[in-house]
C-alpha cells in the first residue's frame, strides 16, 4: 500500500512539474533588465539570440498581415505562406494561427437568415498553433518565441518549396535589424545555406546560398474593402466563394475582383461625382529600389505614368506616391515594391490579396537590364529598319530604356489586379499601323498587358516616330480601371458602365486566352495575320543580306561574329513567330463570352477565305523551301545547322499541329455549324497533298526539300494516328483524321509502282515500308 502511495505522489509531483512547465510565465518572472525591447504596436523583447514578440489582448481575432519577401539575393520570391492570418486563443498555453479562407457568405440582398446559420455551421480550419510563452505586461496580452521561426523558417514565413531556402544554418543565419513602423514589425534577417550539387563527371561540389529577407507582421485596419463582382467583359483575376444572399432560391458562386482599396476622401466626394479627378484617400505607395541603376529610373517611372492616365477613367489623379526612399523598402499594406533584380527571361511579379474582398494589400515587381537584353534582339528584327539607333549601336541605352519601360508596364497590369488581354494586338487593321495619325492616338495595341511589346508592321517608308514603335497603355486598359477601380455611387451606374461596352468595338474587347485560339495568342499582331507576318517577314528580307555589313560597322566590329550569330538567330526565331502567327488561324477557333445585349455568339471560326489565305501563306514562306534571302553561309558556319534543316525542323512542328486532333476536330465543328462556309478538314487534306505531294502526280520529281516533307507528313500522320486510335470509338476528328490516312497510304502504294521515276518510286516504297513498319504491323 506504502509503495502504490509513493508512486501516486511521484506522478503527482512528476506532473506539476510538466504542467509548471508548460504553463506560461507571468511577466515578471520572464522579463529580464538586460532584455532589448523595440516597443509597438508588436513588442519586441530580444534576449541575446531569442526574440520574443507580444500580442496584445486588442489584436487577438483582428486581421493580421504577414510577408516573407527575400529582398537581397538570386530570388524575388515571396513566401507563398504570406497573406491574412488571426492570432486566435487556443488552450491555456497556446495560441491558433488561422489562415483567413473565404468559401461561404451571406451577402444583404436574399436569405438573411442564413447568415447565423453559416457562421455557426462553419468551422475555422486552425492552420497551426504556437506555445505562449509569457504573459505580456498588459492584461490580456500575451507573448510567443519567433527565434526559430525568424532563423530556421517555419509557418509563418515558410520558403519550403523554394530549396535554396528550404533547411537554412541556424549558426549562420539570424536576425540584422528590427523596424516598428505603421503598425507594423519588420525583421531583417540573413539566412544562409549549404547544399550538395553534382557537376560534370559526378564530381560533388558545396554551393553556398545567403539570402536577406524581411520578415513582417502588420495589424491591418477593421473595415474590409467593398468587392466588386467579375464580369466577363473585363479580364480580372478573382476570389471566389458561394453565397447564400445573392438569390432568394439557390447558392451562387460569387467572383469578386482583386484591386487596391482606393477610395475618396469625404470632403471631395462631391467633387468626384460632378467628374472632377481627385487624390485618393489612400493612394498606393511605389518603391523604386535604390539599386536600380539612375539611367533607368525615369523609364519606370514613365510607366507608372501611363497608368495614372488609365486611372482617370476611374476619376483618379495622383494615384501612385514614388518614392526611392529607403525607408520605405518594406513590402507593407498599400505598397508596391519594384525591385532590381536577378531576373532573366520574365519579370517577376507577385500579389497578395484578401481572400474575403479581392483587396490588393501588397504587392512586389522585380525587373532587371536582362529583360531589356532579352528584348534587343527581337526590337532589331522588328524595327531595326525603322529605329537607326539598334542598327549603329545595338546596345543603344535609351532603346533599353524604352524597353524597360514596356516591362514594367506590361507588369503593372498584373499588379493592379488585370488579367493579360491577349486579343489586344489585333483590335487594329494593318493599315491602321501603319498610320502615324492612328498610332499617335491609339497606340499599336488596346491593351499593354499584350504580350506583343512593339511594331513590326509598319515600314521604313512610314516613317512612324521611334517613340511610336514600343506599345503603351491603351484604350481597353482605360476601359478595365475605370470600371475596376470607379466609386461607383449605386449598383445601377455599375450596369450602366458595363452596358456601355460595346462588343463590335475591337478595341474595347476581351477575350479570355486559350491555347488554340488564333485570337489570343502572345506574339500575334494587327486583326489580319497574314498581312501582318509577310509585313513582318519584309524586314527580314531586307536586313538579313546585310547583316555582316551592318554588325561589322557597330562599335566593336564583332569580330568573333558573336553578335552576328546573335542577330542570325533572332531573325529565324522571329521568321517561326510569324509563320506560327498565321498557322493558328487554321482550324482556329474562339471562344467569347455571351451575355445579352453584348454577344450572342459563344464560338467565332475563322473564315473559310482567312484559312486559305494563311495556308497559301505557309506554302509560299515554308513549304516551298528556304527563301533566297535566308541563305547565308556565315549563319550556317556559326550555328551548326544549315538553314535547311532549320526549316524543316520549322515545317516539322507546323505539320504536326495540322495533323493535331485539336485542329480537325475544331474544323469538324465548324463544318457543322456553317456549313459549305466553312473551311474543312477534307480541303485542308487537298491542300497538304497539293503542297507536299504534288497531288501524287506520277510524272513530277519532288525536289530535295519536298522530299524532306514527304518524310515528315508520312511520320507525322503515323504518329497521329497512333495516338487516336479508332478501337477507342469513333468521334468527328479521328474519324477523318483515319480517312485520310488510308487515302494517302493507297496513293503512296499507287506512286511506289506507277512514278515514272525510278528513284522517286524507290523513295515511295520506303515511305509505304515505314507505315507498314510503325503502324500496320501494329495490333489496332
Not at 437568415?113 to 492584461?139: D, H, Q, T, W
Not at 494615384?319 to 526611392?324: E, G, L
Request: with cysteine; net charge neutral.
Amino acid at each position: 500500500m506504502k509503495h502504490i502511495i509513493r508512486i501516486t505522489l511521484a506522478a503527482i509531483v512528476m506532473y506539476s512539474k510538466l504542467y509548471a512547465a508548460e504553463r506560461p510565465l507571468s511577466f515578471d518572472k520572464f522579463y529580464k533588465a538586460s532584455m532589448k525591447i523595440t516597443p509597438g504596436t508588436f513588442t519586441i523583447y530580444q534576449d541575446n539570440d531569442k526574440y520574443y514578440m507580444e500580442i496584445p489582448a486588442q489584436i487577438l481575432e483582428k486581421d493580421v498581415l504577414v510577408i516573407g519577401d527575400i529582398t537581397q539575393g538570386y530570388s524575388s520570391l515571396i513566401a507563398p505562406s504570406s497573406g491574412v492570418i488571426k492570432f486566435s486563443q487556443g488552450d491555456s498555453s497556446h495560441l491558433n494561427i488561422i489562415r483567413q479562407e473565404y468559401k461561404e457568405a451571406v451577402s444583404p440582398s436574399y436569405n438573411q437568415e442564413m447568415e447565423p446559420l453559416v457562421r455557426l455551421s462553419n468551422l475555422v480550419p486552425v492552420s497551426f498553433v504556437v506555445k505562449i510563452e509569457a504573459y505580456g505586461k498588459a492584461p490580456g496580452s500575451v507573448i510567443i518565441d519567433l527565434s526559430r521561426q525568424l532563423r530556421e523558417g517555419g509557418q509563418f514565413f515558410s520558403f519550403r518549396d523554394f530549396n535554396a531556402l528550404s533547411r537554412p544554418d541556424p549558426e549562420r543565419s539570424g536576425v540584422q535589424t528590427i523596424k516598428a513602423a505603421n503598425d507594423a514589425v519588420t525583421f531583417t534577417v540573413l539566412r544562409t545555406q549549404t547544399d550538395q550539387s553534382t557537376q560534370g563527371g559526378g564530381k560533388k561540389m558545396e554551393i553556398a546560398s545567403a539570402f536577406l529577407l524581411h520578415l513582417t507582421f502588420q495589424l491591418l485596419h477593421d473595415e474590409q474593402m467593398q468587392g466588386r463582382e467579375s464580369d466577363p467583359r473585363i479580364g480580372f483575376s478573382t476570389v471566389a466563394f458561394n453565397d447564400f444572399g445573392k438569390s432568394p432560391y439557390s447558392v451562387k458562386n460569387v467572383k469578386l475582383i482583386r484591386k487596391w482599396n482606393l477610395s475618396v476622401k469625404p470632403a471631395d466626394t462631391t467633387a468626384y461625382q460632378n467628374g472632377v479627378l481627385v487624390a485618393p484617400a489612400n493612394p498606393i505607395t511605389v518603391y523604386i529600389d535604390r539599386n536600380m541603376p539612375s539611367l533607368f529610373v525615369p523609364y519606370v517611372e514613365q510607366a507608372i505614368r501611363q497608368w495614372e492616365k488609365a486611372f482617370a477613367a476611374a476619376g483618379f489623379r495622383n494615384v501612385f506616391q514614388i518614392s526611392r526612399n529607403e525607408e520605405d523598402n518594406r513590402l507593407l499594406y498599400g505598397k508596391l515594391l519594384i525591385k532590381w533584380g536577378s531576373v532573366y527571361n520574365n519579370a517577376d511579379q507577385s500579389v497578395i490579396a484578401d481572400p474575403r474582398s479581392g483587396e490588393i494589400l501588397a504587392a512586389k515587381l522585380t525587373i532587371s537590364e536582362h529583360l531589356a537584353d532579352n528584348l534587343l534582339p527581337w526590337y532589331f528584327v522588328a524595327c531595326g529598319l525603322k529605329d537607326q539607333r539598334v542598327i549603329s549601336n545595338f546596345n543603344n541605352l535609351q532603346v533599353k530604356g524604352e524597353l524597360l519601360e514596356w516591362v514594367t508596364a506590361n507588369a503593372m497590369g498584373e499588379l493592379l489586379g488585370m488579367e493579360n488581354n491577349y486579343s489586344g494586338s489585333n483590335a487594329f487593321s494593318t493599315s491602321q499601323l501603319r498610320n502615324t495619325s492612328w498610332v499617335k492616338t491609339h497606340g499599336l495595341t488596346s491593351s499593354v498587358t499584350d504580350a506583343i511589346p512593339f511594331n513590326y508592321v509598319a515600314q521604313p517608308a512610314d516613317q512612324l516616330p521611334v517613340n511610336t514603335l514600343i506599345a503603351h497603355v491603351g484604350a481597353y486598359d482605360s476601359l478595365a480601371i475605370g470600371w475596376a477601380y470607379k466609386c461607383f455611387r449605386n449598383e445601377q451606374e455599375t450596369k450602366q458602365y458595363l452596358s456601355n461596352i460595346s462588343y463590335s468595338n475591337t478595341a474595347l474587347r476581351y477575350v479570355p486566352q486559350e491555347n488554340n485560339d488564333p485570337f489570343t495568342q502572345r506574339l500575334d499582331l494587327a486583326a489580319d495575320a497574314v498581312n501582318a507576318s509577310t509585313l513582318g517577314i519584309k524586314h527580314i528580307a531586307t536586313l538579313y543580306p546585310q547583316l555582316e555589313s551592318i554588325t561589322a560597322a557597330m562599335p566593336g566590329g564583332d569580330q568573333d561574329w558573336a553578335l552576328f550569330d546573335e542577330l542570325s538567330k533572332a531573325m529565324l526565331k522571329t521568321y517561326d513567330g510569324y509563320l506560327k502567327n498565321v498557322l493558328w488561324h487554321i482550324g482556329g477557333q474562339s471562344e467569347r463570352p455571351v451575355l445579352r445585349n453584348y454577344n450572342d455568339t459563344p464560338v467565332v471560326y475563322v473564315s473559310k477565305k482567312e484559312q486559305q489565305q494563311a495556308f497559301n501563306f505557309l506554302e509560299q514562306y515554308l513549304f516551298n523551301g528556304v527563301p533566297a534571302f535566308m541563305k547565308n553561309k556565315r549563319a550556317i558556319r556559326l550555328k551548326g545547322e544549315t538553314m535547311d534543316e532549320a526549316f524543316q525542323r520549322m515545317a516539322d512542328a507546323i505539320i504536326a499541329r495540322l495533323l493535331n486532333t485539336d485542329v480537325l476536330a475544331s474544323l469538324v465543328a465548324a463544318e457543322n455549324t456553317m456549313g459549305n462556309k466553312a473551311f474543312t478538314a477534307a480541303e485542308l487534306f487537298t491542300l497538304l497533298d497539293k503542297t507536299v505531294f504534288y497531288n501524287f502526280s506520277t510524272t513530277i520529281i519532288p525536289d530535295a526539300h519536298h522530299v524532306s516533307l514527304q518524310r515528315s507528313m508520312v511520320s507525322q500522320l503515323i504518329q497521329a494516328v497512333s495516338k487516336n486510335a479508332i478501337t477507342s470509338g469513333l468521334n468527328g476528328a479521328n474519324e477523318v483524321l483515319h480517312v485520310y490516312f488510308v487515302h494517302t497510304l493507297k496513293n503512296i502504294d499507287r506512286m511506289s509502282k506507277t512514278h515514272t521515276d525510278s528513284t522517286t518510286r524507290t523513295r515511295y516504297q520506303l515511305l509505304k515500308q515505314d507505315i507498314e513498319k510503325e503502324y500496320l504491323m501494329k495490333p489496332l
